[in-house]
């Protein structure tokens, strides 16, 4: 990450999955990087998507470290099948609870992230907020239909994050907020849907989108791009 310079801290949220141990892995290898702090479910402090205590928690336990602050965090949090339940391919499929879920894990819980960890990036210095996002998020590249609950909660986080992005920045002008498409990965998310041979591995996904944010201009607005660098329509 050259535009951070050197020496800057990176943290990893959702650090147990396949995209966030990547970037974890990714972060280590970087000799610019002085620290990498992974957390997940699992993790000392530990957090639940579900738990906004556990976020504040953890988030103000990273605080009294002082240690400075971060000048990266990596949202790599969600999901596509919660609680055995796939996405829904019809409208006679949609029903309430698993509407409420998808919101829940990847527009609610992101949310109280952004809440929580935002105020541990760095004010005067360039720093980036990145969210694992998707592009059937995209409203206007919509050509298939189906999966309304993923695609209508991945929608709505990234209006979270446009949101997040233009009040940020009137504390941090340097703030780079992001969402991103990792491409199709091979994990537990896109095994029941994409054989593992038509998928990027983890690695070459993050050595993607790592190299995308970093070319990325600050402003008081949210970017939406693929693990390619290129921008993704709203």
């Not at 479910?41 to 205590?53: I, K, M, T, V």
């Amino acid at each position: 990450m050259k535009s951070l310079g050197t020496s800057y801290r990176a943290l990893v949220l959702g650090a147990s999955g396949a995209l966030g141990s990547a970037f974890v892995e990714a972060l280590q290898a970087d000799s610019a990087c002085s620290q990498v702090v992974g957390l997940s479910r699992n993790s000392q402090p530990a957090f639940r998507l579900e738990d906004e205590a556990s976020m504040a928690a953890a988030a103000a336990e990273l605080a009294a470290q002082s240690q400075g602050p971060f000048h990266l965090i990596i949202d790599a949090t969600g999901a596509l099948t919660i609680d055995g339940q796939g996405p829904e391919k019809h409208m006679g499929a949609l029903n309430a609870t698993q509407l409420a879920r998808a919101f829940e894990v990847n527009t609610i819980g992101p949310a109280l992230l952004l809440k929580h960890f935002v105020p541990l990036l760095a004010t005067e210095q360039r720093s980036i907020y990145a969210k694992l996002s998707a592009r059937v998020g995209s409203i206007s590249d919509n050509g298939k239909g189906g999966w309304y609950g993923y695609r209508a909660a991945k929608a709505a986080l990234n209006m979270v994050l446009q949101t997040a992005a233009i009040e940020a920045a009137r504390k941090r002008p340097q703030l780079v907020v992001a969402a991103m498409q990792p491409g199709t990965v091979a994990s537990n998310l896109s095994a029941p849907f994409v054989p593992a041979q038509d998928c990027l591995t983890p690695a070459q996904s993050v050595a993607g989108l790592l190299c995308a944010l970093d070319n990325l201009p600050a402003k008081a607005a949210a970017h939406f791009v693929d693990y390619k660098g290129a921008a993704i329509p709203w």
